[in-house]
DNA sequence: GTCTATATGGTGATAGAC
DNA sequence: GTCTATCACCATATAGAC
């Protein structure tokens, strides 16, 4: 399957997506070597390495490793539009959307640090040209996937704008430093084992604050 | 000698920097490869090719890729630096010397995108820790000398803050969220070729304006 | 100072045993 | 489905001709 992901009917009845386990733990540890040495520097032993096995594993789930980088990336652009799938749609102000996509996005890269990373490696990868033809096909394709994502926050702050909460010039210029900002933590983000919750809504909040008051947002943000 | 430069004496009679030519070419070739491909994917074939030479060359003026590679490093730290060492120490209000450094940075970003890039990903590979032992203490220093530098900006708005001209809570977070910001264009900007002054300096002062109010500075920027 | 070999090791990928 | 063994290739770095 192309996807990586079967649907199975579990015990309650309920239908949603279960991997087999041997591509979703082979992800996983490909996700963690490729953000600490990046796609280029990592090599296949290195990822077998990690799982504790040898390349024939990966080789067997996935055809090159290119494939194995795009299967990260789309694993890890899931996730990403998941968390806020739920209120793309919200009704009411588009700066009351924004708040809450903007909120929960931010998280998300804190929480999924190393699948945004490699996301973000695969656009900047993208953005370089450095692929072999074939593979910029499909990168160009999740890349398409990728730029839906932030279509959804070009467009609420443009309407957010329209309906005069936020205040700037160009959309395409401040699309990319709101974005830039919110996905900050990424690169200095460490995330500590006893860890509470308010500790990363603490800081994601700063940072979404920072943004908010960036766009022309007025007044205090009470996410 | 370690810097790469030698001091020789101009038919004007004054002392001036004259890097033997040689090691400059071979410099922004390798920053044009380093930006394009990254730096583990760049082969010393690719500079050399680039270059219109083969690797002897390369060779011969630096001992090996990790050389090279903090070789470009230093000269991009030394351009930033060098557009921002005028105003670091202006007197007046510091949300004023931000304006004015914050600004510079941003246009230096857009006009030495090849060898910022480059700063970055020196960056980027430090905090991922990334590098064999030795490279690691080059490269440290060097991360050092980048550290500096953003302690500029830091101090700036922490004292634009007491002052009572910025408004934020945490210095760390902000300052990141700020960097990001301002240096987003390295990813996205596409130099022209009849590009105007203004043209430039119309998008750093759209993206200086975002983090201006980002950091809580009121009223307009007027640069 | 630059080039043409070449030594040496690692890397992506495959074949076939188990 | 995973491992071992192996191939072909590419990349870093060196040695020595010019």
């Given amino acids: 399957m192309a996807e990586g992901e079967d ?3 579990t015990t309650l009845g309920v239908r949603e997506p279960v991997a087999d386990d ?4 082979i992800l996983l540890a490909a996700a963690d070597c490729f953000m600490e ?5 990592t090599s296949v032993d290195d990822v077998a390495r990690r799982l504790g096995a040898t390349k024939g594993r990966i080789y067997h789930h996935f055809p090159s490793k290119a494939d194995l980088f795009t299967g990260v990336f789309r694993h890890g652009m899931d996730r990403i539009y998941a968390a806020v799938e739920p209120y793309r749609n919200m009704p009411g102000p588009a700066v009351e959307r924004w708040k809450k996509i903007a909120f929960v996005h931010t998280v ?3 929480r999924s640090k190393t699948l945004a990373r490699v996301v973000w490696e695969g656009v900047e990868m993208h953005l370089r040209g450095a692929t072999t ?24 702050i443009s309407q957010a704008r329209d309906e005069g909460d936020f205040d700037f010039d160009d959309v395409a210029i401040t699309v990319q430093s709101m974005f830039m900002a919110l996905n900050s933590p990424i690169f200095w983000y460490v995330p500590r084992d006893g860890e509470t919750e308010e500790h990363v809504t603490g800081i994601a909040k700063q940072i979404v604050t920072f943004a908010y008051r960036g766009l022309g947002g007025k007044g205090e943000l009470n996410l």
């Fill in 7 to 9: 649907m199975a009917t």
């Fill in 22 to 25: 041997s591509r979703t733990d």
């Fill in 37 to 41: 040495r990046g796609y280029a520097a």
């Fill in 108 to 110: 998300r890269m804190m």
């Fill in 133 to 156: 033809p074939e593979q910029r096909v499909v990168l160009a394709d999740l890349v398409q996937y990728r730029n839906g994502y932030s279509d959804i926050f070009r467009r609420t």
